[in-house]
Every structure is written in C-alpha cells, then in structure tokens.
C-alpha cells in the first residue's frame, strides 16, 4: 500500500525523521515528491499504519494520507472520474464535501458533481486549520492528488496540542531560545531508530494517550534520558509525551532547573500522566560525572547552549571566535558524555551554525568526536547518507546542526 507524508518547512529533516522511525521495516520504495510550494514523502508497504498514533509520534509531518485505489468499482476512465467515484461512494446521502490540493482539477470535479445532480462544496485547503474545523478527516475527503495518484488524508498533526505545549507552558526562556517541540520529537526520534531492529517490523509507537501510565514502551523501557542543556525542558516534555519514563534534566543555570521541573510538573497535570521519574540537577555539563554515574544514560538529547544571542551585525572574526569557545565547551562536555553513556548509548545533538551573507561557518568536530570515542551515525534521507542535518528558518542568523553520534 501506498502512504503519503505531507512534510513540514523542513523537508529533509521530516524525511530522515519518517526513515528513522520506519528503519526496522524494509520500505519497497520511497521517495520525495514536490508539487507547489509542498513537499511529499511516498512510502510503500506492505504493513498497516496507524495513522492516528504515527502522526502523534512525528514531529516533522504535517499530514499523512494513503492512497485510493485508482478503480473503484470497476470505474473506468481518468483522474476526474475517479475522483467523482471515490466522492460519492464516500457520501452517498447529503453534500458532498471535499478538499483537494489542486484548485484546478477541484473546480472541475466540483462542476462535474453538479451536473450530476449532487449538491456539493468544494473547501480551499488553506491550511491544517481548514481541514481540521470542517472536519474533512473525519468524512475522508481530504483529498492529494499528486502524480496521477490518489491520496485520502487519514490523520493531521495536533498542530493546536502542540502549539498550546508551546506557548502556554508555565516558563520559557526567550532569551536562550527555546526549541520548537516538533523539532524535540524530531530529535528524540532520530535518537531512538538505532536501537530499532531491522526487520523486526514497526517499533512499538511510544505516543502516550492522556491519562497514561509512563510504562516505556517497547525498546524505550526503563531508559534513561538525559537533557544536560535542558533550559525551559522542552525535550524532557516531548519524550515524556513519547512515554519515557526514566528522565535527567541538567542545566548550569539554577532558573532553567527550576522551569524545567515547573513545565514537567504542568505537562504531567495537563495529562494526567502517572509514574515518570524526572531527576532535575543543576550542573555544567563538563562537570556532568560529579552528579551522574558512569555508564549509567542510554539516550542524550539536547540543544546545546548557542553562544550570545546574534544582532546580525557581527562580523566573520567575532563569529568565528564565539564558535571556537563554543566548540571547546562542547567537546568538554562531550568528554563526560561519554563517560556517563552505557557502551552504544546514543546522542542527538543540535549545535548553532552561523550565517553570515551567503555563507555559513560551522563548528568541525567530526574528528575530535571521534578522538573522545564517539562513532558518527549518519541520517538517511532516501537513498543519501547526511553526516549532520541543518535546520534553518529563512532570515535567521543561527541555523541548528543536528548531529548523532555513539559510544563505540
Ligand atoms: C539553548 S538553551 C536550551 C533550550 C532548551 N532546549 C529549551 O527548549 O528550553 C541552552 C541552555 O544551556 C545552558 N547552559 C549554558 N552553558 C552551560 C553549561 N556549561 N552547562 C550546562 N548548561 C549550560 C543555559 O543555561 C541554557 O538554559
């Protein structure tokens, strides 16, 4: 079977985030697919998906769809008559109401149906939000019509949830960036795929329903997951959602410790989730042994501190100055990263890239990784191997790095 994944502002990093989860399935096909300004991920297989849990699980996908067989009871004829077909079987009493990425092929459906004498709407996919209020998942007529292949949405990314984890959480620290959630599951996920084991089908998805008890499900049982830049806690929140159970939380700064459990507490409330442990220590993550124990963490995922918030008028030497202090901080809290991770422990680690006119200067660390001991894991994407993945939104000076790396 066919599925369509509508992929969010960061194509590449969506894809590696749905090959990630996926890499103990063996996918027959995939690959990306653009249409406008929206990019598509296609995988085929044979396995059922849930939708409904899947989207839960992904940061990076905006929608997911699978696809409709292209003859519906023996209806012959193009993409217009099978769309009709599919509609009215669909809803066979009442109006007739649907979606579709293409305006122009909507419209012309649209006059079809009313010529055959069926009372129709035709609703503008603006955005989620449009799909979601005129609840076009429910009555399965999202439709994505992409290379002559008919798609029918199946589930939509709780856009509102998240943005309510968001915003309305007790603190923030906008001074030292916040990371978007999407992108905290996006890394949490990257995390995970290593210990999936090719072949042995689709991991066990870690989404928690409200009410929950912390059970860690599947190869996530009993980890420890540890944010050692953790600030305000947005990846402490995400993998406790993705059903953690077993969390550290570090930071430096004694006000970052304190939101970070104030946001955890909230979130668990919201939720109503029972049986999460969450250790909050105050700590500089080059000192990280003095309160952890050797061999003790299985997953670190974090966003490191970004250095001094940029104008954009720095020059290239004032830059390149604050990324070789960077770097000596990170490689020095690598050193005990490496010591506190159990032997293949994993880490996810998003590292500032700075732009400067059309160029970028970037942290090089791959070979003083490998020194401390660290292996790097590259991402998929498709059929490529990516040693890191860049997540930048137009306009800003600072773009992420995400890297991954292990403990060989
Ligand atoms: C970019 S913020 C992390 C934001 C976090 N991902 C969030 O979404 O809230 C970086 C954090 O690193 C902390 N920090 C800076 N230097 C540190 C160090 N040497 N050891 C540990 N934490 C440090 C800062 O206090 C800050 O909270």
Known sequence: MNFLFQLGHQPLISTAEIQAVFSSLKLKNIKTLKQNSNQYLLIETNKKLDSAKLIKQLGGTIKIATEIPPLIKGGEGGLLTHLQEYLITN???????????DQRLALELKKALKTNGYSVRYIEPKNTATILYNKLVEKKSDLTVINKQIFVTTALQPFEEMAERDYQRPDSDDLSGMLPPKLAKIMINLALSPFYQEGAGLPDMPSRQAGGVAEGAGVIKNKILLDPFCGSGTILNEATLMNFNNLIAADISEKAVVDSEK?????????????IGCQFIISDATQLTKKIKNNSVTLIVTETYLGKPLTGRENKNQLEKQLTELKSLYLKACQEFYKILEPQGVIVIAIPKFKIGNDWLAINWEKDLKKIGFEIMPFRVETQNFASLLYHRPNQHLGREIYRFKKS
């Open 91 to 101: 809803c066979p009493t009442g109006k007739i109401e649907y979606s579709l990425n």
């Open 263 to 275: 946001n955890f507490l909230w979130l668990k409330e919201k939720y109503n989730l029972k049986n």
